[in-house]
Protein backbone atom coordinates (compact mmCIF):
# COMPACT_ATOMS: atom_id res chain seq x y z
CA UNK A 1 0.00 0.00 0.00
CA UNK A 2 1.74 3.25 -1.12
CA UNK A 3 1.76 6.43 1.04
CA UNK A 4 0.11 9.76 0.10
CA UNK A 5 2.01 11.24 -2.35
CA UNK A 6 2.68 14.81 -3.41
CA UNK A 7 4.49 16.40 -6.57
CA UNK A 8 6.46 18.67 -7.12
CA UNK A 9 8.78 18.39 -3.56
CA UNK A 10 9.69 21.73 -4.33
CA UNK A 11 8.58 24.96 -6.08
CA UNK A 12 10.78 28.06 -6.68
CA UNK A 13 8.63 30.80 -8.02
CA UNK A 14 9.10 34.86 -9.23
CA UNK A 15 6.35 36.52 -7.15
CA UNK A 16 3.51 37.47 -9.45
CA UNK A 17 3.59 33.73 -10.77
CA UNK A 18 0.72 31.17 -10.78
CA UNK A 19 1.28 27.75 -9.04
CA UNK A 20 0.03 24.13 -8.81
CA UNK A 21 0.62 21.22 -6.46
CA UNK A 22 -1.00 18.02 -6.61
CA UNK A 23 -1.58 15.74 -4.35
CA UNK A 24 -2.10 11.72 -4.78
CA UNK A 25 -3.70 10.44 -1.52
CA UNK A 26 -3.83 6.19 -0.69
CA UNK A 27 -6.28 4.47 -2.40
CA UNK A 28 -9.73 4.20 -1.71
CA UNK A 29 -9.21 7.69 1.16
CA UNK A 30 -12.12 9.27 1.19
CA UNK A 31 -10.83 12.17 3.09
CA UNK A 32 -8.50 14.54 1.92
CA UNK A 33 -7.00 17.34 3.53
CA UNK A 34 -4.66 20.38 2.82
CA UNK A 35 -2.53 22.08 5.12
CA UNK A 36 0.58 24.99 5.20
CA UNK A 37 3.23 25.19 7.44
CA UNK A 38 5.50 28.24 8.19
CA UNK A 39 8.94 27.69 9.13
CA UNK A 40 8.86 27.44 12.94
CA UNK A 41 5.18 26.94 13.13
CA UNK A 42 2.63 24.24 13.58
CA UNK A 43 0.60 22.86 10.23
CA UNK A 44 -2.28 24.75 9.59
CA UNK A 45 -5.87 23.97 7.93
CA UNK A 46 -6.51 24.88 4.62
CA UNK A 47 -9.27 23.26 3.16
CA UNK A 48 -11.07 19.49 3.53
CA UNK A 49 -12.65 17.32 0.81
CA UNK A 50 -14.80 14.41 1.60
CA UNK A 51 -15.10 12.46 -1.76
CA UNK A 52 -15.14 15.23 -4.49
CA UNK A 53 -16.80 17.58 -2.32
CA UNK A 54 -15.20 20.48 -0.98
CA UNK A 55 -16.98 20.97 2.46
CA UNK A 56 -14.62 23.29 4.90
CA UNK A 57 -11.85 26.50 3.49
CA UNK A 58 -9.73 28.14 6.13
CA UNK A 59 -10.09 31.57 6.58
CA UNK A 60 -6.37 31.40 5.63
CA UNK A 61 -7.26 30.52 2.17
CA UNK A 62 -7.58 34.28 0.49
CA UNK A 63 -9.46 34.19 -3.16
CA UNK A 64 -6.06 33.47 -4.76
CA UNK A 65 -6.24 29.94 -3.49
CA UNK A 66 -8.42 27.44 -5.53
CA UNK A 67 -8.54 23.83 -4.62
CA UNK A 68 -9.68 20.99 -6.29
CA UNK A 69 -10.30 17.12 -6.22
CA UNK A 70 -12.02 16.03 -9.59
CA UNK A 71 -13.73 12.50 -9.00
CA UNK A 72 -12.77 11.72 -5.70
CA UNK A 73 -9.45 10.88 -6.41
CA UNK A 74 -6.17 13.16 -6.59
CA UNK A 75 -6.14 16.65 -6.00
CA UNK A 76 -4.68 19.68 -6.81
CA UNK A 77 -4.28 22.85 -4.83
CA UNK A 78 -2.90 26.52 -6.98
CA UNK A 79 -2.01 29.42 -6.08
CA UNK A 80 -2.86 32.48 -8.49
CA UNK A 81 -0.50 35.53 -7.83
CA UNK A 82 1.89 34.46 -5.95
CA UNK A 83 3.54 36.58 -3.24
CA UNK A 84 6.42 36.33 -0.80
CA UNK A 85 4.23 35.25 2.10
CA UNK A 86 2.87 32.33 0.15
CA UNK A 87 6.35 30.89 0.67
CA UNK A 88 5.56 27.84 3.01
CA UNK A 89 5.37 23.96 2.87
CA UNK A 90 2.12 22.56 1.54
CA UNK A 91 0.69 19.21 3.14
CA UNK A 92 -0.96 17.34 1.78
CA UNK A 93 -3.42 14.76 4.12
CA UNK A 94 -5.74 11.50 3.81
CA UNK A 95 -7.59 9.44 6.02
CA UNK A 96 -10.71 6.73 5.46
CA UNK A 97 -13.97 6.70 7.31
CA UNK A 98 -15.36 9.66 9.91
CA UNK A 99 -14.24 12.16 11.21
CA UNK A 100 -11.40 11.44 14.25
CA UNK A 101 -9.57 8.28 12.37
CA UNK A 102 -6.12 8.38 11.87
CA UNK A 103 -4.52 11.03 9.42
CA UNK A 104 -1.49 10.25 7.02
CA UNK A 105 0.46 12.63 5.66
CA UNK A 106 3.00 12.89 2.15
CA UNK A 107 5.99 14.43 1.92
CA UNK A 108 4.52 17.89 1.25
CA UNK A 109 5.82 20.51 -1.06
CA UNK A 110 8.19 23.62 -0.02
CA UNK A 111 6.79 26.45 -2.26
CA UNK A 112 9.56 29.57 -2.29
CA UNK A 113 8.27 32.67 -4.02
CA UNK A 114 11.39 34.86 -4.47
CA UNK B 1 -11.55 26.47 18.11
CA UNK B 2 -9.58 24.34 20.38
CA UNK B 3 -6.26 25.09 21.34
CA UNK B 4 -3.19 22.65 21.97
CA UNK B 5 -0.24 23.35 23.40
CA UNK B 6 2.78 21.73 23.85
CA UNK B 7 5.81 21.92 26.43
CA UNK B 8 8.96 22.26 26.84
CA UNK B 9 9.44 24.11 23.65
CA UNK B 10 13.04 22.82 23.17
CA UNK B 11 14.67 19.70 25.24
CA UNK B 12 18.42 18.73 24.45
CA UNK B 13 19.11 14.93 25.48
CA UNK B 14 22.76 13.33 25.90
CA UNK B 15 22.20 9.74 24.21
CA UNK B 16 20.69 7.34 26.45
CA UNK B 17 18.27 9.66 28.65
CA UNK B 18 14.62 9.50 28.51
CA UNK B 19 12.40 11.93 28.38
CA UNK B 20 8.51 13.22 28.34
CA UNK B 21 6.66 15.30 26.17
CA UNK B 22 3.43 17.30 27.06
CA UNK B 23 0.48 18.25 25.23
CA UNK B 24 -2.66 19.99 26.99
CA UNK B 25 -5.67 20.35 24.66
CA UNK B 26 -8.50 22.97 25.99
CA UNK B 27 -11.55 20.76 25.05
CA UNK B 28 -13.07 17.05 23.91
CA UNK B 29 -11.38 15.55 21.40
CA UNK B 30 -12.40 12.86 18.71
CA UNK B 31 -8.84 12.15 17.71
CA UNK B 32 -5.41 12.98 18.87
CA UNK B 33 -2.09 11.70 16.94
CA UNK B 34 2.24 12.32 17.56
CA UNK B 35 4.10 12.94 14.77
CA UNK B 36 7.75 12.82 14.36
CA UNK B 37 8.92 15.66 11.67
CA UNK B 38 11.73 14.47 9.59
CA UNK B 39 14.48 17.00 8.67
CA UNK B 40 13.03 17.02 5.02
CA UNK B 41 9.46 18.41 6.36
CA UNK B 42 7.95 15.15 6.46
CA UNK B 43 5.40 14.37 9.28
CA UNK B 44 5.72 10.49 10.54
CA UNK B 45 2.88 9.16 12.21
CA UNK B 46 3.99 7.99 15.59
CA UNK B 47 0.63 7.44 17.70
CA UNK B 48 -2.89 7.51 17.09
CA UNK B 49 -4.42 7.87 20.63
CA UNK B 50 -7.46 9.75 21.35
CA UNK B 51 -7.71 7.82 24.67
CA UNK B 52 -5.75 4.82 27.22
CA UNK B 53 -2.13 3.97 26.49
CA UNK B 54 0.38 2.86 23.71
CA UNK B 55 4.05 1.40 23.09
CA UNK B 56 6.14 0.88 20.02
CA UNK B 57 9.76 0.18 21.12
CA UNK B 58 11.18 2.90 23.14
CA UNK B 59 8.59 5.52 22.34
CA UNK B 60 5.42 4.80 24.27
CA UNK B 61 2.14 7.80 24.46
CA UNK B 62 -0.48 8.12 27.03
CA UNK B 63 -3.81 10.13 26.90
CA UNK B 64 -6.05 11.00 29.62
CA UNK B 65 -8.79 12.85 27.64
CA UNK B 66 -11.06 13.46 30.90
CA UNK B 67 -7.95 15.62 31.98
CA UNK B 68 -7.03 16.74 28.49
CA UNK B 69 -3.69 15.91 28.50
CA UNK B 70 -1.33 13.27 26.58
CA UNK B 71 2.10 12.47 27.03
CA UNK B 72 5.10 11.03 25.03
CA UNK B 73 7.71 9.08 26.59
CA UNK B 74 11.14 8.39 24.89
CA UNK B 75 13.33 5.66 26.49
CA UNK B 76 17.05 5.43 25.51
CA UNK B 77 17.16 8.68 23.39
CA UNK B 78 19.30 8.05 20.40
CA UNK B 79 20.55 11.02 17.50
CA UNK B 80 17.73 9.33 15.01
CA UNK B 81 15.24 10.47 17.57
CA UNK B 82 16.12 14.61 17.05
CA UNK B 83 13.45 16.23 15.25
CA UNK B 84 10.35 18.24 15.92
CA UNK B 85 7.70 16.57 17.87
CA UNK B 86 3.87 17.16 17.15
CA UNK B 87 0.83 16.72 19.02
CA UNK B 88 -2.20 17.16 16.54
CA UNK B 89 -6.08 16.75 17.89
CA UNK B 90 -9.22 17.10 16.04
CA UNK B 91 -12.09 18.84 18.04
CA UNK B 92 -14.78 16.68 19.55
CA UNK B 93 -17.84 19.59 17.73
CA UNK B 94 -19.56 17.68 15.13
CA UNK B 95 -18.41 20.89 12.55
CA UNK B 96 -15.12 20.01 13.25
CA UNK B 97 -14.79 18.12 10.00
CA UNK B 98 -11.89 16.12 11.12
CA UNK B 99 -8.98 18.62 10.66
CA UNK B 100 -6.26 18.51 12.94
CA UNK B 101 -4.85 21.20 15.12
CA UNK B 102 -1.28 21.49 15.68
CA UNK B 103 0.31 22.41 18.59
CA UNK B 104 3.78 24.48 18.14
CA UNK B 105 5.50 21.78 18.31
CA UNK B 106 8.65 20.18 20.58
CA UNK B 107 12.00 20.36 19.23
CA UNK B 108 14.21 17.36 20.48
CA UNK B 109 18.15 17.36 20.09
CA UNK B 110 20.19 14.50 20.77
CA UNK B 111 23.89 14.53 21.34
CA UNK B 112 26.04 11.79 20.94
Known amino acids: DTGVSQDPRHKITKRGQNVTFRCDPISEHNRLYWYRQTLGQGPEFLTYFQNEAQLEKSRLLSDRFSAERPKGSFSTLEIQRTEQGDSAMYLC????????????FGPGTRLTVT | GIQVEQSPPDLILQEGANSTLRCNFS?????LQWFHQNPWGQLINLFY???GTKQNGRLSATTVATERYSLLYISSSQTTDSGVYFCAVVGGRSDSWGKLQFGAGTQVVVTP
Open chain 1, 93 to 104: ASSLGVAGVEQY
Open chain 2, 49 to 51: IPS
Open chain 2, 27 to 31: DSVNN
